[in-house]
């Protein structure tokens, strides 16, 4: 299957130990003019001032890129871009700047562009020899938005973005349009490749424009920009604020293959009403309108503005929401103040219409189940969790967004009186099946004589909760022998399954249901499937797929996968879905033994362990061949096995939905382009 549907992997590693006490800082003898030379016990001796390392300037992001973009994958990749363009939406924002222009080229350089104000040139006061621009580029923590008065709302890290992207790029350029004099400063690594210039005169032109390549030594040499992503993003910038327009520009010989234009321009003067109805298009609403509404100003900060729509299909809903344009995907305090809002609004509306009873047992959760929500706010100084700002921590947020979203939707419920009662009746029967469940699962646990039904493959686990308990799905009898034996039996399980199971991305109802293995999985999980998952009801904690290391194996996987996104999107975006990696090579030499998981492993593994030396190599034609105690020191045992976890990231759904329907739906022609298009890639392999 194609990597875009893993959107990230984890490695499960023993943790480090820490560090011992003789490694820390002796604390400084008291009244001592000058350090004994030799001070300290045997550890300390050799550890001295020489050995306190300062890093200065922006070495500290090249150093631990994680702790200022989460990473150095394709997510921490794509979040350069992210800073580079909120710099110019807060210029949207502010309103100083119409348009904002992204270009991808073929050599991989990105480039942003704004008709804002542009950066500061001028000398800065507290940095001799060096302009603004310089200092802002190649400082931590300089910027113009610690100061409301220079931008009332930011999305931004403050001085901290936009340096961030230099230190981690190879070349960055920088060209500034103001007072009609075009300057350009150059950057690598972090560094000032020479003074500022001055270009001369411009017409008609002003604003900042960065064009910049992500650093090999950092991303590896393979990092590549993602175009479909790009044009995602920008378009979700586009929604945001519905006062610019973003052009969007890529080199044709980047989309070949791919559903993206060359050239689009994104303006929306809808903004997140237009955002939804897209995203909800062609699907069975409860109510027929879209509850929407924006506010300007909301004490002294800025806008506020949101889209809302019921899904009557029995499907999950979902919340999208943003601070001053940044997505935030864990929520955070300003998606609290919406779930009271509606909550309470609905309330207070059956209270009126004579009907509090129906909903006194109705809580937020009944409201959102099926609540498809679009939240934007824009407020002055605003708080996150993290650096990568995936959760909004403000406060105050949740009183500005309850208080404006609850006026509105009094004013709408109270309009559409019919539409309301609808609404009502639906959120009603979702509180009564949460309590139904809930009953049913009191009862289960009451009946002693009643014993719960599981396929009669499945080799459970003696713990009583999912907490810490793991199921593995290995392919066919062999496999599940040998895993039955390796396992842990305290905390875990294994269900063999035979052979290649359906594939549900072009199986009809009808089959899905009647399909055997399928059924016994759903059955040993114990959560239902589609709009009836229920995350408090699956069994164990990890579901591990653990498939031979060969193409068989891979494509069991991808059918396995393909399952979990279809009929439990719920259980990946938890986090419980994984994947085991058991090696493929055995290398034995004198008392040497080492597992190598490919071939590049296989050879790394005997330049660096071996030597160069040519140990016998044995090739695993599959799991059910391991020794039990073999695939438990491989590939079981959590102290030394390696866990790849699948996650679809908060931005790339839409692009998963299209992967996995392009390669595992009914349309044969697609998976052929797309063998096609990798026909370069497969003659390599038939070359090794």
Request: aromatic share 6%; net charge neutral; charged share 25%.
């Amino acid at each position: 299957m194609d990597n875009d549907l893993f959107g990230g992997s984890e490695a499960e590693k023993p943790k480090a130990a820490e560090r011992p006490a003789s490694a820390r800082a002796p604390a400084p003898p008291k009244a001592a003019s000058k350090p004994p030379a030799s001070a300290g016990t045997p550890g300390e001796a050799g550890y001295n001032a020489s050995d306190i390392e300062v890093l200065e300037g922006l070495e500290p992001v090249r150093r631990r890129p994680g702790m200022y973009i989460g990473g150095t994958d394709e997510k921490a990749l794509h979040h350069l871009f992210a800073e580079v363009i909120d710099n110019s939406m807060d210029e949207a924002v502010a309103g100083h700047a119409s348009f904002i222009e992204v270009e991808l080229d073929e050599g991989g350089f990105l480039t942003v562009t704004d008709n804002g104000r542009g950066i500061p040139v001028d000398p800065h006061p507290k940095f001799p020899g060096k302009s603004a621009l310089e200092v802002i580029m190649t400082t931590l923590h300089a910027g113009g938005k610690f100061d409301s008065k220079v931008y009332e709302t930011s999305g931004g890290l403050h001085g901290v973005g936009i340096s961030v992207v230099n230190a981690l790029s190879d070349v960055l350029e920088v060209e500034v349009a103001r007072g009609q004099t075009l300057y350009r400063q150059c950057f690598s690594r972090g560094h000032a490749q020479g003074a500022i210039e001055t270009l001369g005169r411009v017409q008609n032109r002003r604003g900042t424009r960065v064009r910049f390549h992500p650093d090999a030594q950092i991303f590896g040499a393979g990092a590549r920009f993602d175009p479909a992503r790009l044009f995602r993003m920008s378009r979700s910038k586009a929604y945001l604020f519905g006062g610019v327009e973003i052009r969007w520009k890529c080199a044709p010989a980047l989309l070949e293959g791919r559903d993206v234009p060359p050239e689009a321009l994104f303006r929306f003067p809808g903004g997140l009403k237009d955002y939804m109805a897209r995203d909800i298009e062609g699907k069975d609403l409860v109510v027929d309108n879209i509850f929407s509404g924006k506010i300007q100003k909301t004490g002294g900060h800025g806008s506020l503005e949101w889209a809302i729509a019921w899904l009557a299909t029995g499907e999950d809903g979902f919340s999208s929401s943003y601070c001053n344009t940044i997505p935030t995907p864990e929520g955070g305090t300003h998606e609290q103040g919406l779930r009271v809002a509606l909550l309470r609004g609905l309330r207070d509306h059956a209270e009126r219409i004579g009907q509090s009873k129906r909903m006194a047992s109705v809580t937020s959760d009944d409201v959102m189940a099926t609540c498809a929500a679009m939240l934007s706010v824009f407020i002055r100084e605003p708080e996150f969790q993290g650096q990568t700002k995936d959760k909004l921590a403000t406060l105050e947020a949740a009183r500005i967004v309850e208080n404006a979203v609850r006026d509105g939707f009094d004013h709408w419920l109270a309009a559409s009186p019919q539409q309301a009662g609808r609404l009502i009746d639906w959120t009603v029967d979702r509180a009564e099946e949460r309590l139904r469940r809930r009953l049913d699962k009191e009862v289960s646990r009451k009946t002693a004589t009643r014993k719960l039904r599981l396929p009669g493959k499945l080799a459970d686990c003696s713990n009583a909760g999912a907490a810490g308990s793991e199921l593995f799905i290995v392919e066919g009898d062999s496999a599940g022998g040998s895993a039955k034996q390796a396992r842990n039996r305290a905390n875990q399980a294994v269900l063999p399954l035979r052979g290649k199971i359906l594939n549900v991305a072009n199986a009809t109802r009808d089959k899905l249901s009647a399909n055997q293995q399928l059924q016994d999985l759903a059955l040993a999980l114990g959560c239902g499937l589609g709009s009836h998952y229920r995350d408090d009801e699956l069994r164990y904690d990890k579901i591990i797929i653990m498939t031979d290391a060969d193409v068989d194996g891979a494509h069991i996987a991808s059918l396995l996968v393909t399952f979990f996104w279809r009929q439990m999107p719920k259980l990946i975006d938890k986090g419980h879905l994984y994947l085991a990696i058991p090696p493929l090579y055995k290398l034995s030499l004198g008392g040497k033994t080492a597992y190598a998981r490919d071939d590049a492993h296989r050879d790394e593994l005997i330049a660096s362990l071996f030597k160069g030396k040519k140990p016998e190599i044995g090739r695993f034609k599959g799991l059910g061949e391991m020794m039990p105690a073999q695939l438990k020191e491989t590939t079981m045992d959590p102290k030394a096995r390696t866990l790849l976890k699948v996650v679809v990231e908060h931005d790339a759904r839409e692009e998963t939905a299209d992967t996995v329907e392009r390669l595992m739906g009914n349309k044969p022609e697609a998976r052929f382009l797309f063998i096609q298009e990798r026909a370069a890639f497969a003659g390599d392999l038939v070359d090794i």
